[in-house]
């Protein structure tokens, strides 16, 4: 019986919580709105309705331009041309409601009556007047102005976003920030163009609804008219006292939100190049002593002419005056704390005792030394500082290579110029360069065009020309097609590019034993019998550095023990068992290099060159090499380094493609005079990788 009861209870009980949902549902809100706004234009509405309508109205319009001068970020308001769009659709049904009012009863309810009678003193002519002059402004300056200011700001966005993409790609392959902050940085890209493009159409709805609040005026006094000397019997003085007079007044409380609301929308989208809250914006960059108290002093003086009343001018320059010395007052605070802070980083010191002295034979094996004028980078109270970006930058190197990045040691060099930075590794410099910490580095694209004002420099990671520009300059320079990146960034990618090209240096004995450890405890079956009893650690410390010399992975030590465990019998050359492991990695390292369609773009011998290179192969202790005139090695190195510029202009990596016997002689012919070579053996490519071939190397 219970349950038979409980049977037709729930079909309510199941609409009941549907209709529960719905009502809680953001989107069913809006739905009802859109509704309700539509029947306002349909359906009569009682005058005291009207009123708390027209009060909403103002209401949402102040809210909206408070809003607008709180937020961070324009972007940060993408909803407001959809706000503006549903507040003018919601306006005109006000309009038409009121109209309705007035050419039906002749009253529109208390704050219509109020606004024609108190805002212009009961004056028609002067309503009249005033409400043309809130439309012309509203039309011609507020939303011409800022529907400029729009149109200029999506079409300047649109042109800057491939730079803005090739800076996160950059900044991407530097490790600074990893897959999920560069989608989220292209996400904030695309929203900062669809926003400044939404803007421009929807300065549209307000030109709209000033022109339409002009024409339904026109039309309620016309209509106000006759309907007052024909079906009122009322004088024609009478019947334009009365219906004007009510006419302005719906006007004025429409139109005034209305204004306020186009002032939002000019707060809004002038706004493109300020941070944090326009009012702290304005005041931190408008205060300036020197400006405000030469300000009091002219304004003050214009008081001594004869016939201008004193006391406004005198009391005006005064407040600049205290507004002067309170500016004055906070900088000085503010220096006062500066001076107080401490350094961002520790003097290095002399050795003093022989503890310190004996600290010093452990080498550390990366160090970077910065001038002082660089100092304010290394700022932990920064958002973005070097010592976040190391942080991602070791998250990168493990990702890539496998390789387990040590502590940098970041020092401040009083002997070093300013700006420099050197790059240490065990001790010895690697690398060195130059940062000017209050401009950008622009770097030219393949399809840059125009020139920039800045100062020639090379980018040090890459020595690619570049310009050092000052912040002005950096729209402009995206415009260009420049890719432009800031000095944090520059000094990152330096570091980023020294790890990868010397991490077979950086790679410890230490850091090896503690890998090999972290493999024992996960996979023991993968160490043991291998590690130290067939391969000693330093055996595989020289494999795993040949390894990362030319930017192989190591990040399957198993796999790579593995190898040589059977390979260890036939020799225990470092080099040859190197090769021997980049068999195994043929998938790793065919993925390292092809393009998103499978294909390997490379250059290969001619097989004459081939043949004599075969028949000039001689073994050695340190593996293989070739035993040829200095001359035809030249000649070679010249052809090779053609083949590479070739592939390069083409947009490709230089890549080598030869036999498995010759690579690791043909890389140690190239290795000094053409670093970045990538010499490949064909039994390396793995399976399923096309290969495509650019070019041939001739004797």
């Known amino acids: 019986m219970s349950n038979a009861a409980a049977q037709p209870a729930s079909p309510n009980r199941a609409f009941s919580n549907s209709l529960s949902i719905l009502l809680r549902s953001n989107d069913a809100v809006l739905a009802f709105i859109l509704v309700a706004i539509i029947g306002m234009m349909i359906v009569p509405l009682p005058p005291l309705l009207v009123d708390l309508l027209i009060a909403l109205n103002m209401a949402l319009s102040v809210g909206i331009m408070l809003l607008t001068m709180y937020i961070a ?43 024609g009678n108190l805002v212009v003193g009961g004056n028609y002519v002067v309503g009249v007047v005033v409400f043309l002059m809130l439309n012309i402004i509203q039309f011609l300056v507020i939303t011409n102005g800022a529907g400029r200011v729009a149109e200029v700001a999506a079409r300047f966005t649109l042109d800057a976003m491939p ?33 400044y493009g939404s803007m421009d159409g929807a300065s549209k709805f307000v030109r709209g609804d000033a022109i339409a609040a002009i024409v339904v005026m026109l ?25 004007v007079l009510l006419t302005i007044g719906a006007g004025l409380a429409v139109q005034i939100p209305a204004l306020i609301l186009s002032t939002a929308a000019g707060l809004l989208v002038t706004r493109s190049t300020s941070e944090g809250s326009l009012g702290s914006s304005m005041v931190g960059q408008m205060a300036n002593f020197n400006a405000l108290i030469l300000g009091a002093v002219i304004i003050s003086a214009i008081a001594l002419v004869p016939g201008l009343p ?10 600049l005056g205290v507004g002067g010395f309170l500016y004055q007052k906070a900088q000085a605070k503010q220096a006062e704390v500066i001076e107080t802070a401490p350094a961002a980083l520790p003097a290095a010191t002399e050795p003093e005792t022989p503890q310190d002295m004996l600290e010093m034979v452990v080498a550390d094996p990366l160090e970077l030394e910065i001038g002082y004028a660089i100092i304010p980078l290394v700022d932990e109270s920064q958002q973005d500082n070097l010592l976040r970006r190391i942080i991602g930058i070791r998250r990168q190197i493990m990702s890539e290579l496998g390789l387990v990045l040590p502590v940098v040691r970041v020092r401040d060099n009083l002997r070093l110029s300013p700006q420099a930075y050197r790059i240490k590794i ?28 800045g100062i020639p420099t090379t980018e040090p990671a890459f020595g690619l020309p570049a310009l050092w520009i000052t912040d002005a300059e950096k729209g402009r320079a995206e415009l260009l097609g420049y890719t432009v990146v800031s000095p944090l960034s520059v000094i990152s990618t330096h570091l980023t590019e020294i790890v990868r090209t010397y991490a077979g240096d950086i790679l410890t004995r230490q850091m090896v034993h503690e890998m090999v ?34 930017r192989i992975p190591i990040r399957d030590l198993a796999g790579i023990i593995e190898v040589l465990a059977n390979n260890v019998g036939i020799t225990r050359n470092p080099n040859i068992l190197a090769e021997a492991v980049r068999q195994m990695m043929a998938r790793t390292i065919s993925n390292q290099y092809r393009d998103q369609d499978g294909y390997l773009h490379v250059f290969t011998l001619s097989p004459e060159l081939e043949g004599l290179l075969r028949e000039s192969l001689v073994s050695a202790d340190s593996g293989v090499g070739f035993q040829i005139d200095a001359a035809v090695a030249q000649n070679i190195l010249t052809h090779t380094g053609e083949q590479m510029e070739k592939l390069a202009q083409t947009g490709y990596f230089p890549i080598l493609l030869c036999a498995r016997e010759m690579r690791m002689a043909f890389r140690k012919l190239v290795e000094q005079s053409l670093p970045n070579l990538v010499v490949l053996a064909y039994s390396e490519v793995s399976p399923g990788t096309k290969v495509k071939s650019h070019g041939m190397v001739t004797s």
Request: aromatic share 4%; net charge negative.
């Open 73 to 115: 970020r324009p972007v940060n308001f993408s909803v407001f041309p959809t706000i503006l769009l549903l507040i003018t659709l919601f306006r005109l049904g006000l309009n038409i409601s009121i109209s309705r009012l007035i050419l039906l009863q002749g009253n529109a309810g208390k704050v219509v009556e109020t606004f």
């Open 163 to 195: 730079g803005k993409q090739l800076s996160i790609d950059a900044d991407l392959n530097a490790g600074i920030i990893d897959e999920t902050q560069a989608r989220q940085r292209r996400k904030e890209i695309g929203a900062e163009a669809d926003f």
């Open 219 to 243: 039309v309620n006094i016309i209509g106000g008219f006759v309907i007052g000397m024909l079906q009122r019997q009322l004088s024609a003085m009478d019947a334009l006292q009365s219906y």
């Open 310 to 319: 004193k006391l406004p001018f005198l009391l005006i320059g005064g407040l």
């Open 426 to 453: 065990r001790r010895e410099e690697v690398a060195d360069g130059e940062l000017m910490v209050d401009r950008h580095l622009a770097i030219p694209g393949s399809d840059s065009e125009g020139q920039l004002h």
């Open 517 to 550: 450890s972290q493999l024992r405890a996960k996979t023991p079956a993968a160490v043991e019998g291998v590690i130290p009893e067939m391969l000693s650690l330093g055996d595989l410390q020289a494999v795993l550095r040949n390894l990362l010399r030319e």
